[in-house]
């Protein structure tokens, strides 16, 4: 008796068929490498459209162009002063936007250098002697200089102002 109740049991338990388990599993794995690939794929589409982009972008950018310089003529000015006569003589190149720029300031080099001589002479020796004073005087030479030549004028495109030589006496 003790063998029927156990053939009993055996036959109780039905193998699930062979090739039905692993067909899923097999299309369970299609399926997640479709997915992997579907997702692998986009990113790759993705940033190679950013990188396409950031490449246009390069391409689209101006070129980069030479710094145009404009070398004054020396000022030679007297320095307001309580202790005797203080002389201050600079030479200096403006940095301007383009060749039209030079050629503007050019046709009224008079008005720039009248601008520049009523600045420079206003100034103390204490005032331009240190290297934050030297930067100060450029920043307001910039203003200047920029200041519009006609009274409804546009003003002048000014990058820098560069001391080439610097003597006070």
């Given at each position: 008796m003790s063998k029927a109740p156990?053939?009993?049991?055996?036959?109780?338990?039905?193998p699930a068929p062979a090739g039905r388990s692993k067909k899923k599993l097999i299309i369970m794995?299609?399926?997640?490498?479709?997915?992997?690939s579907?997702?692998?794929?986009?990113?790759?589409?993705?940033?190679?459209k950013k990188n396409?982009?950031?490449?246009?972008k390069e391409h689209k950018t101006e070129p980069v162009k030479a710094p145009v310089f404009l070398p004054l003529e020396p000022f030679t000015v007297n320095l307001q002063s309580e202790n005797g006569d203080k002389y201050?003589?600079?030479?200096?190149?403006?940095?301007?936007q383009d060749?039209?720029?030079?050629?503007l300031i050019k046709l009224n080099n008079a008005q720039v250098r009248s601008r520049l001589l009523i600045l420079l002479s206003s100034k103390q020796a204490s005032e331009i002697l240190t290297s934050e004073g030297k930067e100060k005087l450029a920043e307001e030479i910039i203003e200047q200089v920029k200041l519009p030549f006609?009274?409804?004028?546009?003003?002048?495109?000014?990058?820098?102002?560069?001391?080439?030589?610097?003597?006070?006496?």
């Amino acid at each position: 008796m003790s063998k029927a109740p156990a053939k009993a049991a055996e036959a109780d338990v039905v193998p699930a068929p062979a090739g039905r388990s692993k067909k899923k599993l097999i299309i369970m794995i299609a399926a997640g490498i479709l997915v992997l690939s579907g997702v692998g794929g986009g990113a790759a589409i993705f940033l190679s459209k950013k990188n396409a982009a950031s490449k246009d972008k390069e391409h689209k950018t101006e070129p980069v162009k030479a710094p145009v310089f404009l070398p004054l003529e020396p000022f030679t000015v007297n320095l307001q002063s309580e202790n005797g006569d203080k002389y201050l003589q600079v030479a200096m190149t403006l940095q301007v936007q383009d060749e039209e720029q030079v050629n503007l300031i050019k046709l009224n080099n008079a008005q720039v250098r009248s601008r520049l001589l009523i600045l420079l002479s206003s100034k103390q020796a204490s005032e331009i002697l240190t290297s934050e004073g030297k930067e100060k005087l450029a920043e307001e030479i910039i203003e200047q200089v920029k200041l519009p030549f006609s009274p409804k004028g546009e003003p002048q495109k000014l990058n820098g102002v560069f001391f080439t030589s610097f003597v006070i006496q």
